[in-house]
Nanobody, 115 residues
Framework: QVQLVESGGGLVQPGGSLTLSCAASENIFNFNIMGWYRQAPGKERELVASINVGGTIRYSDSVKGRSLIYRDGAKNTVWLQMSSLSPEDTALYYC?????????WGQGTQVTVSS
């Protein structure tokens, strides 16, 4: 069973930055794609950023230009770096991996942007 463990969330002031990490229980290159999703209260879960096995990266319009997704195969970890945070970025952030269209999810890490 694939396990994904997120960390790095917390309380951040508007305009600040943070980096989330997702540690996988197996070689991340076994996955077709890995990504970060978020879900704000009362809203649907949405894709934030993803990276596929070939290295193709995708960002949502809401974070494009101020976010960076990157990985380290030796550490089986994927990171999401976000800057210029606003209260609209407040959400529970989930790590996701897909193998042959089977989705795996982490428990989530809360990000709260507030002064």
């Amino acid at each position: 069973q694939v396990q994904l463990v997120e960390s790095g969330g917390g309380l951040v002031q508007p305009g600040g930055s943070l980096t989330l990490s997702c540690a996988a229980s197996e070689n991340i290159f076994n996955f077709n794609i890995m990504g970060w999703y978020r879900q704000a209260p009362g809203k649907e879960r949405e894709l934030v950023a993803s990276i596929n096995v070939g290295g193709t990266i995708r960002y949502s319009d809401s974070v494009k230009g101020r976010s960076l997704i990157y990985r380290d195969g030796a550490k089986n970890t994927v990171w999401l770096q976000m800057s210029s945070l606003s209260p609209e970025d407040t959400a529970l952030y989930y790590c996701n991996s897909q193998i042959l269209r089977v989705n795996y999810w982490g428990q989530g890490t809360q990000v709260t942007v507030s002064s």
